[in-house]
């Protein structure tokens, strides 16, 4: 869809362009929450808040990609894991 068309579905439908501002704005505060994270808490932090928050992401997702992640590497994540076990 061209910009143009967008804008102006959005302004023909004000309760749509509440509902497409609420997921930007959520996905704006959870992304600066994700890069604070990155900043401010350890890896094992990161993990730890991960596991708390989606369990069933960590049992579906391959560790590798978990690692990636988190901003770590696999063997750095297999460590994390063998010590909070």
Known sequence: MKKATLETF???N????RVVMNQLSERFI?????????I???PEKRYISLKEHDPQLIK???????????GITPVSLSRIKTRIK
Request: proline share 7%.
């Open 14 to 17: 004000p309760a749509l362009m």
């Open 60 to 70: 579906r997702v391959p560790d590798h990609y978990i690692a990636s992640f988190l």
């Open 30 to 38: 959870a992304y600066t929450e994700y890069f604070l994270s990155r």
């Open 10 to 12: 959005l302004q023909n």
């Open 40 to 42: 401010k808490e350890s």
